[in-house]
């Protein structure tokens, strides 16, 4: 594994934005930019170590991006941040051994983003690129509505469903790109975001996704983003290793030129099932 820590991607008044890479030793198959969660307000994007060896062993890269986060910061600080992150790999990663395809992902707030990314197109279109240019999707734990500590900078109660311009919803069109989706709530999650995560589902068909590209699962007995640090009983990372397989069905699809080859992607193990 090839790593290069506390990369430049920007800057504003001086204060440099930052990203780590992990890159495989041969060729990289596929590469996933992923923004950590933390609400808006914490987080960060180091102590994914384990998840980096995990998939630069399958041939995959890992890029994780830290951004502006309130209160420091103000809507939408950090969705440029993102997507200039995101820009920034397209144009660079070859430097730092990721000539190939990219997703975009994240956890929580970092899935928010991520969904806003995909859907609200000007973001990209701020630094030349745009959701087409992207392999594939992860949503894990995002709230596709108004965040709730967008709401609350609002002087709104956080707990308020909203959908406008700040909601990944909104932005919902049949334009929206064609791509491979990986959508992940869990059973106990916050109080309505499972709800709001089968709403975003029930969105993308309404407006005729080809839902072939999408899987969604609901994490059983897990509570809000718990998985993404446990350990099935034979020590694998949950999260992680669902992660890998929708990376090798993205690096499928890309082989392909895109077109969907039909079929969800490939099931993970019996523990991990959407429940009936």
């Given at each position: 594994m090839k790593t290069y820590a506390d990369v430049s991607y920007g800057s504003v008044d001086?204060?440099?934005?930052?990203?780590?890479?992990?890159?495989?030793?041969?060729?990289?198959?596929c590469a996933l930019m992923y923004l950590h969660g933390g609400g808006l307000e914490n987080g960060s994007r180091k102590g994914l170590d384990d998840a980096a060896m995990l998939l630069t062993q399958n041939g995959f890269g890992l890029v994780s991006v830290e951004y502006r986060m309130f209160p420091h910061a103000a809507y939408p600080d950090f969705l440029v941040d993102s997507a200039q992150a995101a820009s920034w790999l397209l144009q660079n990663g070859q430097y730092y051994g990721l000539d190939c395809p990219v997703c975009i992902?994240?956890?929580?707030?970092?899935?928010?983003?991520?969904?806003?990314l995909c859907f609200a197109k000007e973001y990209l279109g701020q630094f030349g690129c745009k959701p087409d240019d992207f392999a594939g999707y992860l949503f894990d734990a995002g709230q596709p509505t108004t965040h709730f500590n967008v709401l609350a900078h609002r002087g709104m109660d956080p707990r308020r469903i909203v959908v406008d311009a700040a909601?990944?919803?909104?932005h919902i069109e049949d334009a929206s790109p064609k791509r491979p989706m990986l959508i992940l709530a869990a059973e106990h999650d916050m109080p309505g975001r499972l709800e709001q995560n089968k709403l975003l589902l029930a969105t993308l068909e309404h407006f005729h996704y080809p839902m072939e590209l999408v899987d969604f699962h609901v994490m059983p007995g897990y509570q809000h983003c718990e998985y993404d640090s446990a350990r099935d009983e034979t020590g694998h990372l949950v999260f992680w290793e669902m992660v890998v397989r929708f990376l090798q069905r993205v690096t499928q699809i890309a082989g392909n030129g895109f077109a969907p080859t039909g079929g969800p992607l490939p099931r993970t193990p019996a523990i991990l099932q959407t429940p009936d």
């Open positions: 001086g204060e440099d934005f930052l990203l780590d890479i992990f890159a495989p030793d041969g060729a990289p198959k992902g994240g956890s929580s707030a970092g899935a928010y983003l991520s969904m806003m909601a990944p919803l909104y």
